[in-house]
C-alpha cells in the first residue's frame, strides 16, 4: 500500500509536468450485469451524500442531474426501482470537502447489457472498452445474493472480469479498482465460495504496479450499508494524487520566483531592467512576483486538498484491500465484520454517527 501510494507521488510529478496546472476532470467507469444494483447504488449514494459524510459531499455539475437522481433515490426508497439502464448514462460531479469542491469527475453508468453483447463491433462494447482504458477509476458491481446461490453464471462474472482484466493489465497510471459485493443484505454470511471467482482478478491487482484494489460491501436494501465507500474509494487515489501535484507546482513557481528575483540583482539585473522597459517587456521583479503569486495560489489549493486526502487514507484503510500477503480467508474475515457497516471514528464527537457500530445508521 505504501510503495504504491509513493508511486503515486512519483507520477504524480511526471503528470504535474504534462498537464501543467490544467484541470483534469477524473473518470470513473461503473460495470456489473443486469439488475446488480448500479443504479440504486448511483442514486442512494447521490441522496446520503447530500449531507456531509466525514466531511464529503456530491453535488452533479447540471441542475437537471442533481432532479434525476434525486427521484431517483426517491423511487427507490418507495420500493419503486429504477428500470433498466437503457442506454450508457454519464453525469459529471464534483467531490466537496467541508464546502469546498476538491475534486470534478465524470461517473458513466453502462447499462448491463452491454456486457453480455455477443457482437464485439456493438458500439455500446466499444465505447466500454475505450471508458476502461482511460479510465482513474473502475467499481465492478457483483450481486452477493446471485453469488451466494450460485445463480449468476460464471461465464458472466468471467466476461465482466476478462474487460477489467485487459483494461488494467497494461495500465502505467494508478486507478483503484473496488470490487463492489451489493445486496449483502441478502445473505447470512460472507463464505470462501463466494470470493473464489475473483482469484484470476486479485492475481492480476497484486502484480499491477498501479493498481490499488479493495473488496466493498453493501446495500441498498431497506438499511444502507457501506454506502460512501465504494466511491471514496475509488476516489482517494486521484485525491492523493492532486495534493502531491499541487504541492510540486507550488514549489516549482517559489522556486521560479526566487530565480527572476535574483535575476534582477546587481549590474546585470540592471541593465536587464533597462532592457525591459525599453522593449516595453514585464521586468524581472514583475516576474518574479506574478511567479510568487502563482506559487501562493497554488499554495491555497494544496491546503484545500491535503485534509481531504488525509481523510481519504483513512477511509480507505478500513477496507479490505487487496495484497500479496492476503488469501481468501483473509478477505472472508475483513468482509464479515464489516458486513453491517464501517465504524469510523465513533470517539469523535463531532461525528455524524449517532450509534456505536454502525455510522451509515445516520442515513
Ligand atoms: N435487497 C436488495 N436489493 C437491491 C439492492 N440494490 C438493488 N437492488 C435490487 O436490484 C434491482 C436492480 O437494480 P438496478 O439498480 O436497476 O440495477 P442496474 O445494475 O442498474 O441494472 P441495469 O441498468 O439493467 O444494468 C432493483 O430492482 C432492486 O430490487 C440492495 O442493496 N439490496
Ligand atoms: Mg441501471
Redesign the pocket.
Known amino acids: 500500500m505504501v510503495l504504491k501510494l509513493l508511486r503515486y507521488l512519483v507520477i504524480a510529478l511526471v503528470l504535474t509536468w504534462i498537464l501543467h496546472g490544467e484541470d483534469k476532470t477524473m473518470k470513473i467507469v461503473m460495470l ?1 450485469h ?7 447504488y448511483m442514486a442512494s449514494l447521490y441522496e446520503a451524500m447530500q449531507q456531509k459524510v466525514e466531511g464529503f459531499q456530491l453535488k452533479t455539475a447540471k441542475s437537471l442531474d442533481h432532479s434525476r437522481l434525486l427521484d431517483l433515490a426517491n423511487m427507490i426508497r418507495s420500493a419503486k ?2 428500470p ?2 437503457a442506454h450508457r448514462d454519464e453525469y459529471d460531479f464534483k467531490l466537496r470537502y467541508q464546502n469546498k469542491d476538491v475534486l470534478s469527475f465524470s461517473w458513466a453508468d453502462y ?2 447489457g452491454a456486457l453480455t453483447e455477443k457482437t464485439q463491433s456493438s458500439d455500446q462494447v466499444n465505447s466500454l472498452i475505450k471508458d476502461l482504458k482511460q479510465a482513474d477509476g473502475i467499481m465492478m ?1 457483483c450481486d452477493c445474493d446471485a453469488l451466494a446461490r450460485g445463480n449468476l453464471r460464471s461465464i458472466q462474472l468471467a466476461r465482466m472480469m476478462n474487460f477489467v482484466n485487459s483494461a488494467v493489465q497494461d495500465v502505467e497510471h494508478p486507478i483503484a479498482l473496488s470490487i463492489i459485493l ?2 449483502v ?2 445473505i447470512a454470511r460472507f463464505e470462501k465460495d463466494l470470493l473464489s471467482p475473483f482469484q484470476n482478478l486479485i492475481d492480476v491487482i497484486n502484480a499491477s504496479e498501479w493498481v490499488l484494489g479493495a473488496f466493498v460491501p453493501i ?3 431497506a438499511r444502507l450499508v457501506n454506502i460512501p465507500m465504494p466511491l471514496l474509494f475509488t476516489l482517494h487515489a486521484a485525491v492523493i494524487l492532486q495534493a502531491a501535484s499541487t504541492a510540486h507546482l507550488a514549489e516549482e513557481y517559489y522556486e521560479e520566483a526566487l530565480l527572476w528575483e535574483e535575476k534582477s540583482q546587481g549590474i546585470s539585473g540592471f541593465v536587464r531592467w533597462l532592457g525591459n522597459k525599453l522593449n516595453g517587456n514585464p521586468t524581472d521583479s514583475q516576474m518574479a512576483e506574478f511567479q510568487m503569486q502563482k506559487a501562493v495560489e497554488k499554495y491555497q489549493e494544496f491546503e484545500v486538498i491535503k485534509e481531504p486526502a488525509e481523510a481519504l487514507i483513512n477511509y480507505v484503510d478500513k477496507l479490505p484491500l487487496i495484497h500479496e500477503d492476503k488469501n481468501v480467508q483473509s478477505y472472508v474475515e475483513e468482509l464479515s465484520k464489516i458486513k453491517f457497516g464501517i465504524t469510523i471514528n465513533p470517539s469523535r464527537p463531532s461525528s455524524y454517527i449517532h450509534t456505536t457500530d454502525d455510522p451509515f445508521d445516520a442515513f
Do not use: A, E, I, M
Open positions: 456489473g443486469t439488475g446488480v444494483g448500479k443504479t440504486t426501482y429504477p433498466p439502464t447499462r448491463g458491481f451489493t445486496k443484505d441478502l446495500s441498498c436494501g
